[in-house]
Every structure is written in C-alpha cells, then in structure tokens.
C-alpha cells in the first residue's frame, strides 16, 4: 500500500479513535508438568475450544493452560502475516492441542481498512473468529492491490463518510464483503457489525490497552503477561514458549 493511501486514510482512522473514547478444563497450570498433555473437554480437541475475553480478545485453547500466550495483531501489518502462515500452524498444532498453551488473539487496528476487516472477522463472535482471521490474511495483497488502485477522488469521499459507511463503502471497494458474503455472512449482518458502535469503541480499547503496554509494534507477543522483547516470528517465540514450560 503505498504511504499517500496510508496516510489519507490514517487521518480517518484517528478521527474514528478520537470520536468515542468460560468454562474450562478443570486442571490446573498448577498441576501441570512441562509440556505434559493435558485432555480436552469429553475428549475433544482444545483447538475448538474459543471464547471471548474480558479485554475484548478471543481465546483458544485451555483457559488453564500453564503457558498463557497473548498476541496483538494486525489484519494490515505484513509480519504479522508471516507469522499467520508460518507460525501459527505449528503454535496450534504442537502447543494449543495438546493444551499446555493458550492464545489469545487481540487485534490492533491500524486504520480503516484494517477496521473494516477486523469487524468483519469479529462479525461472527468466537467460533469462526480464528478461521475467518486466517482466511483475511490469506487475501492481505489482494486487498491491498485493490486499495492501491483506488481513484485519488474516492479516497477524498470516504474520508468524508461517517465511520460506519466508510467501512462498509471499503468492504465493497476491496472486497471484503464478498470474502464475508462466501462464509455465511450476508449484507444485513455486516451492515449491523459495521454499525456496532460498542464493537468499534471496544477495539479502540484495545489499541490503547496495547499502546499503555508499550507493544513495540505488532505481532507482539506476551507469555503470562510479560511482554517479550525482540519476537515477532516463531523462531524467536517457540524457545519462549519452551522456557515457560510449554
């Protein structure tokens, strides 16, 4: 995306922040050994298991797991795809199965379009949220194809929208309404979600939650509420994970 459209849009993006400022396992991190398995609910598989947090994220996994993982995302932030496609695969497959780690997901909106596709990937509550978070950084370079080849004219009117039209003019340009519409999301539905006002101020949070935190960009990552300095790929966070006892 080139840095004018950043920038024109980062304008709204501002505005918008400044505008409105379960049941788990019954074992324990306590009783827990390093890396030990530990069984999923009627033998089921801990991968299933997603519910909504009190900070506005959503969780997989063990809400007991020793190992708490927390990452900030951001559907427009490049790394943090690479991180969706090269380590989230084997955090899920070799960690949050087996539930010895948990992983909360809390996005970090960016701007607009990031706006539009994290209320699009929210839409459906906890269960879809992880696959539809998967699937929307799977189409990152075709939306911002699509953003870089806006008319200069029509960026001017969406600044001018208010905030639930210009999200829902953005899911049309880029696409992202069809992306929802082909996973049982139709226009009633995102037409609501783009109007949630308490949707949008609770993302708004949480980008000044993860500010107050000082994250120093995203994929950020925290095990047991430590932040962790210098890990952004899962080279540098699996040796985290096994030092916590994952």
């Known amino acids: ?26 074992a324990t991190a306590a009783n827990q050994s390093a890396g030990a398995p530990v069984a999923a ?35 427009t932030c490049p790394h943090c795809k690479d991180f969706e496609e090269h380590g989230f695969p084997k955090l899920r497959d070799q960690y949050i199965k087996k539930g010895t780690v948990s992983l909360e997901a809390r996005n970090y909106v960016r701007d607009p379009i990031d706006m539009t596709a994290t209320l699009v990937s929210r839409c459906g ?20 194809d699509k953003m870089q080849k806006l008319p200069q004219d029509t960026i001017q009117k969406l600044q001018t929208q208010p905030p ?3 999200f829902k003019a953005l899911a049309s340009l880029l696409g992202i309404d069809t992306f929802a519409k082909q996973r049982g999301i139709p226009q009633s539905k995102l ?28 994929p950020a990552f925290f095990i047991n509420g430590k932040l962790l300095d210098n890990v952004g790929t899962w080279e540098q966070l699996e040796p985290k994970l096994k030092e916590a006892g994952a």
């Open 125 to 144: 509550g906890p269960e879809p949220y992880f696959a539809m978070t998967e699937q929307t950084f799977a189409q990152q370079a075709d939306i911002f």
């Open 41 to 75: 609910p009627a033998g089921g598989d801990w991968t299933t298991v997603v519910s909504a947090t009190p900070d506005g994220g959503f969780l997989m996994g063990n809400p007991n797991a020793k190992v708490k993982l927390v990452e900030y995302l951001s559907l």
């Open 191 to 218: 037409d609501a979600c783009f109007n949630d006002q308490m949707s949008v101020n609770k993302l708004v949070e949480m980008q000044k939650k993860a500010n107050d935190e000082q994250i120093p960009g995203t």
């Open 164 to 166: 639930a039209e210009q």
């Open 1 to 26: 995306m080139t840095k004018a459209h950043l920038l024109a849009l980062g304008a709204a993006a501002l505005a918008l922040a400044g505008c409105d400022k379960g049941a788990g396992n019954s």
